[in-house]
């Protein structure tokens, strides 16, 4: 019979992985291996987030979205996870900001945005997003986003691709069926009814030190857990994207690897050889982090490292004579 206790723990658990965060996983998650340790360095030590060269809000279709800029360079959009904010990507902040100018937004509901009245949609931020880059003054940004914020920055690409000259999508599927099958029955589950076992986790509290209504906490929970249960499949228009695009996956991820190389395909990558001239080579990218699960890989030095030359238009093409310059 389980008690209580097991049965609160339950709660915490399903709750974390099916809102793809890390909040409780990457706390007790062992580490080995050379990403892992990375990770497991970039956990233990002691992360200041930077303070931003400017904060404040944009009102955009009824959302009044959090936002702060970090850094200096060609802008770059950056969307955290579920029931994460900006700050998820402390960590990762130092390295960004050193070569770009960061424009972090906290989605619909999370951080320091309001949950509003409507329905939490990816399909509705991706469009909300644009308002707040045109009121900010951007014409055009790459973006990158993790998880719940790769969804939002997909849509964005999809709705309003004049905004995006290149898209990084890391942790996140193109259609439900992406995520592995267990984890299906548990996003399901996700509602109100968690909320109180939830208010001593790491991800509770962080949610609550921020958020300008914590009280909104069981409603933010209800609109997840509705987003979730929602399918959807977005192949046709990821492959009308035409601006480059890197995927960015673990190879202990969410999300099946046989997604992975469809999302890719989709994007016309890997579709056939490259030659030897690199004649062939597609503009899109698809990366699988070594040792790293859905829950590390917004917080890995690797996920910057991989995604930065990428976003600066660098080829990664060898050194040895007969190269080919690649096609940005």
């Known amino acids: 019979m389980t008690g209580q206790g097991d049965t609160t723990m339950s709660h ?9 965060l890390t909040s409780v996983a990457m706390l007790t998650a062992p580490s080995s291996g050379s990403a892992q340790s990375a990770t497991s360095d970039a956990r233990s030590a002691p992360a200041t987030k930077p303070t931003p060269s400017k904060k404040g809000h944009v009102l955009a279709n009824g959302v009044n979205y959090y936002y702060e800029i970090h850094g200096r360079g060609e802008p770059l959009l950056l969307l955290h996870g579920g029931l994460g904010s900006i700050d998820m990507f402390t960590p990762l902040l130092p390295t960004l900001a050193n070569e ?9 509901g999370h951080g320091r945005t309001a949950l509003g009245e409507r329905p939490i949609s990816l399909i509705d931020i991706g469009d909300d997003l644009a308002i707040v880059l045109e009121r900010l003054g951007y014409e055009k940004v790459d973006v990158m986003g993790y998880s719940f914020g790769g969804g939002a920055g997909l849509r964005l690409a999809i709705q309003h691709p004049s905004l995006v000259r290149r898209l990084v999508v890391a942790s996140a599927p193109y259609a439900r069926d992406g995520f592995h099958a267990e984890m299906l029955p548990l996003q399901a589950t996700v509602g109100a009814a968690m909320a109180e076992q939830m208010k001593q986790t790491p991800m509770y509290i962080s949610y609550a030190a921020i958020a300008p209504r914590p009280q909104d906490f069981p409603r933010l929970l209800d609109r997840m857990g509705e987003l979730m249960r929602q ?31 469809r999302f890719y395909q989709l994007l ?25 699960t859905h829950y590390e890989v917004f917080m890995s030095p690797l996920l910057a490292t991989t995604a930065l030359p990428f976003l600066n238009g660098q080829s990664n093409a060898p050194s040895w004579g007969g190269q080919v310059k690649q096609k940005n």
């Open 268 to 292: 016309g990558g890997g579709l056939r050889d490259a030659g030897w001239m690199r004649e062939h080579m597609s503009k899109n990218r698809l990366a699988i982090l070594p040792n790293l």
């Open 231 to 261: 399918p959807y499949d977005w192949a046709e228009d990821v492959k009308k994207l035409q601006m480059p695009v890197m995927l960015i996956f673990g190879d202990a991820d969410m999300i099946r690897p046989d997604h992975m190389v």
């Open 12 to 20: 915490i658990r399903v709750t974390a992985l099916a809102i793809a």
């Open 100 to 108: 770009r100018q960061i424009i972090g937004v906290d989605l619909h």
